[in-house]
């Protein structure tokens, strides 16, 4: 296990990296915080972005000591210390504690899931109250993975049929 984190610890400095260079870079999601709005395995695409350019509601991603998280905003905080960013993942209850503004990594501006390209879903009262649900339900939550990797299966099984029948 050390190894995984260790190899994923490296794929997230390069990514940083990508996106400080470049401004622009794609990764793959991990974890659960995010549901139902970015299931483990999405592809997120994540933008360089100024502090000015971003909106309460806006998912980003900040550079963290164990590497990336990709949270919503709810809101930027000034203090006599500076600017400070305040997330929380969708299915998680409390708020993340304040993150400096120097942290900020990104806008997510898009995402691809299951092969297909989906713009970020803003946070409306249905996201809201399932991410809710999500965060207080293990096992619903297990459930809705379970399903989401059988239809990921599902979809791979029904593009290699099709490849294929066309060949």
């Known amino acids: 296990m050390p190894q995984l984190a260790a190899a994923r610890d490296i794929k997230y400095s390069l990514a940083i990296e990508a996106l400080r260079s470049q401004g622009r870079v794609r990764v793959a999601a991990f974890g659960t915080s995010m549901l139902p709005t970015i299931w483990p395995g999405d592809v997120l695409e994540i933008s360089r972005t100024e502090l000015q350019e971003l909106n309460a509601g806006d998912v980003v991603a900040l550079v963290l000591a164990d590497g990336l998280r990709v949270h919503r ?7 006599a210390d500076g600017t400070y960013l305040r997330t929380r993942g969708d299915s998680v209850p409390e708020s993340d504690p304040l993150t400096p503004a120097n942290q900020l990594a990104g806008k997510v501006v898009g995402l691809e899931r299951l092969g297909r390209s989906m713009q970020v ?3 409306t009262w249905a996201v809201r109250a399932l991410g809710a649900v999500f965060g207080r339900s293990a096992n619903l939550q297990n459930a809705a993975l379970r399903l989401q990797t059988l239809r990921a299966s599902m979809t791979t099984w029904i593009c290699l049929k099709r490849q294929e029948s066309e060949a």
């Open 73 to 79: 905003l709810e809101a930027l905080v000034a203090t």
């Open 121 to 123: 879903r803003r946070q």
